[in-house]
């Protein structure tokens, strides 16, 4: 499974009396081993289809190919699984079990895993993770106690413990402070030259050179950014 597709998303919400159209005839595609940035003004429906391409939200219309599978025809347990097994999703709101500790909301897809009881092994890794994410010392921390940071740095140590071969991460550098979302972009390019393909979602012009390439989410389709270069050049999301 060396890519992943999907062709005409369509997604519509119903609020209230209103319909919005969040997606319309999205295509995106994604290799293992590139990162990806996407990029979309506020309400463009970048979430609307990380949540769409990870099994979480059901599209309108489209298809969605790992590989040679076609995601359509995945039931929840095999989302589940899937999920579980090649595909991270960071999500863009926390995400953490409360009644966990930092180190627990980690080892847990591991610890879901039946072949993967051997607990001293998988608190290992997950502190490994923690450590790499620079966030040892929060492991016996709960969701409660931890900043929006904090929270972020949780979440893709618990993405990274299943060594996806897709990382969809939303806004994963949101709470972060300059050089630690430099950190997380560097994760990033690491995972990538690893073989992982990475799609992440960013506000962050000043992070954009380091991708493969840049997508941009505007009425409800994907584009690649070609302004990028001249924005870059003007100083665009500066401050
Ligand atoms: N469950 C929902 N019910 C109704 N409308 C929704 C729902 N989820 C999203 N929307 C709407 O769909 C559109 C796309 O939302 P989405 O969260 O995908 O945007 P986004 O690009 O991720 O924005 P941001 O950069 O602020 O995170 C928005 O207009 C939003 O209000
Ligand atoms: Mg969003």
Redo the contacts with the bound molecule.
Sequence with gaps: MEELKAEGICKR???GSRS?E?LRNAEINLKRGELVFLV?A???????LLKILAGLLKADAGRIIYGTRDAGAFSEDAWCEFRRTELAYLP?QLGLLTALTAAQNVALPAMLHSRERRTAEVYGRASALLDKVGALSLKDAYPAELSGGETKRVLLARALMTEPKFLLAD?PTADLDPKSAADFIELFSELRTNGCGVLAVT?EHAHLQRADRVLE?EDGRVRAFEEMRETLAQGYGKG
Excluded at 42 to 48: I, M
């Design positions: 919400f119903l609020r919005v969040a979309g506020s309400g463009s429906g970048k979430t609307t863009q806004e506000h989410l």
